[in-house]
């Protein structure tokens, strides 16, 4: 069965469709892929554009979308900063310190940053932003009692063209490690960040499809919820006896062949 055949008998009203290594590369659509987009949306098929990314903005996502020729709407985008935002929001302390990027703090406007007695600290990736003062700072505050909030714990990541660099996971796991308190993760592989995409789509788990090209994020996270899921091949590689390779329902050389 091709694997557009497989998603219509499978009865699926809405995909959740990750950025790096799935739709493009550096920003640069994947061959076939806009129009993988575009058929989706003609078949009726809702969808959210769910990613681990957090040195960028919703809005700075979605505009890189519309230049690559995807749907630029920031409403279709789903960041691990909208449920790190909906956490602080609804606390009875909702101040923060965040250790994000420039550009990601966007999506935090609004709330009260505090970096003398936060209830929250609230890490993403800051790339070459990561230093000894910045790291020891995180450390005082969650030790003198803030929780941490991790966006995502991604090891690592390949820009294109380039060697696989460090993402923010390692870090997180040295925070835990020296604090001795774990952190609250809020990016995929977390439940909860899919659930999140649920209630965009109101969709229930088993009417969505996850597809993106991280065995353990993407495919195990989204099955672990629920969800359906198709892994890619254009990112990632899928080295031989992955687990989380099992726990996709197909696996496609990209998601152009979603036919």
């Known amino acids: 069965m091709s694997a557009g055949g497989w998603i219509a008998a499978a009865g699926v009203r809405g995909a959740l469709i990750d950025l790096d290594g799935t739709l493009w590369s550096d920003d640069r659509p994947i061959a076939g892929a806009v129009r993988a987009v575009e058929r989706l949306r003609d078949a009726g098929i809702d969808f959210r554009f769910l990613t681990n ?34 956490l602080v929001e609804r606390s009875p302390r909702p101040r923060a310190a965040f250790f994000v990027a420039p550009e990601a703090r966007a999506d935090f406007t609004g709330l ?9 600290v609230v890490m993403g990736d800051l790339a070459d932003g990561f230093t000894y003062a910045l790291l020891n700072e995180a450390f005082r505050l969650v030790r003198a009692g803030a929780e941490l909030v991790a966006l995502h714990r991604q090891r690592f990541w390949r820009p294109a063209g380039g060697a696989e660099v460090l993402d923010v996971g390692p870090f997180v796991a040295a925070l835990e490690y020296a604090t001795g308190r774990p952190s609250h993760l809020v990016g995929k592989p977390s439940a909860e960040f899919f659930r999140l995409a649920l209630e965009e789509l109101r969709l229930s788990a088993g009417e969505v499809v996850m597809i993106g090209d991280d065995p353990e994020s993407d495919a195990s996270g989204a099955r672990s919820a629920g969800l359906r899921t198709v892994l890619v091949r254009t990112g990632r590689p899928l080295e031989p006896g992955d687990p989380g390779a099992a726990a996709a329902d197909q696996i496609l050389d990209s998601i152009a062949d979603l036919t």
């Open 53 to 86: 990314t957090s040195r960028r903005s919703r809005a700075a996502i979605a505009a890189a979308l519309g230049r690559a020729g995807f749907p630029a709407d920031p409403a279709l985008v789903l960041t691990p900063a909208a449920l790190a935002r909906r």
């Open 112 to 120: 009260a940053e505090d970096r003398l007695d936060p209830a929250w």
